[in-house]
């Protein structure tokens, strides 16, 4: 029989919550023990998980009081993003750039990182090489336009594109 696991999610509490906590544990200790039950039930009243409450409590005890529990993170922590360069991505040509995977290739990123900078705005999707330059009001300059781009297609090719 097969066992599942579940992975829980660690919780970061904020600065108020371990001062609070730290304070009602306080105001229940006697000559700075905790009677028996009280961690308990500080835990079920604030939401916090028992063993989160008997360690706010041992860092404020050891660590000089209130102060002592609070988060010792920096502001700015974890992974630096990797940015993309709006240069970077003009110099690409623009054949090398109209798939996700061709623009990883010319930033030298992954697909995935690529990917998340779209989702965020920093990138942005261009149906077409002249959609860029157009407003949603210029569509006659559009169809000017595409006339032209037919014009120049090799090999005489040339397509009408019916308007309706």
Known sequence: ??????????????????????????????????????????????????????????????????????????????????DVLPDAVAAIPLEDRTTLEGLARGLRMSKSTVFRRLKEGRIERRSNAISSFFSPAGADDHVAAEDTLINQFPFGIRIRLQSG
Request: hydrophobic share 35%.
């Open 1 to 82: 029989m097969g066992t599942v696991s579940v992975r829980r999610t660690r919780k970061q509490y904020s600065d108020d919550t371990k001062r609070a906590v730290y304070a009602m544990l306080l105001e229940g200790s006697a000559g700075g023990h905790l009677p028996e039950g009280l961690s308990l039930q500080v835990s079920s009243a604030m939401g916090v998980s028992l063993r989160c409450v008997q360690r706010i409590w041992h860092e404020g005890r050891k660590g000089g009081g209130v102060h002592a529990v609070v988060n010792k993170r920096a502001k700015n922590c974890g992974r630096k993003r990797i």
